[in-house]
Nanobody, 123 residues
Framework: QVQVVESGGGLVQTGESLTLSCTVS????????MGWFRQAPGKEREGISC???????YYTDVVKGRFTISRNSAESSVSLQMDSLKPEDTAMYYC?????????????????WGRGIQVTVSS
């Protein structure tokens, strides 16, 4: 009954911005950490950002300074604002609800995954 649904992906040019959204239902949103992961063809899935239930944020080095994660309790949603996009950011992006958070690795113990949404940044 838990649903994690991403929206806002698409095609943009290098240097442009895009905001991804993720809406969660079927669980107590404020009790979970929320994260964004991505996977490009031929590469491993990597965690790029996480926000704890209390609002503490984590970013992997490759996106730090360009991406901003936030959560909205009233809407049970999490957003990822992506600025200064590069072709290397092209990937399928996944939203996830997680049980744990730490400042070294971000979200852990994933409870539920979204199906993913494509982001393509043209050269």
């Amino acid at each position: 009954q838990v649903q994690v649904v991403e929206s806002g992906g698409g095609l943009v040019q290098t240097g442009e911005s895009l905001t991804l959204s993720c809406t969660v239902s079927g669980l107590r949103f404020d009790g979970y950490q929320m994260g964004w992961f991505r996977q490009a063809p031929g590469k491993e899935r990597e965690g790029i950002s996480c926000i704890s239930a209390s609002g503490i944020t984590y970013y992997t080095d490759v996106v730090k300074g360009r991406f901003t994660i936030s959560r909205n309790s009233a809407e049970s949603s999490v957003s990822l604002q992506m600025d200064s996009l590069k072709p290397e950011d092209t990937a399928m992006y996944y939203c996830a609800a997680a049980l744990s958070f730490n400042t070294r690795n971000g979200c852990g113990q994933i409870k539920s995954w979204g199906r993913g949404i494509q982001v393509t940044v043209s050269s």
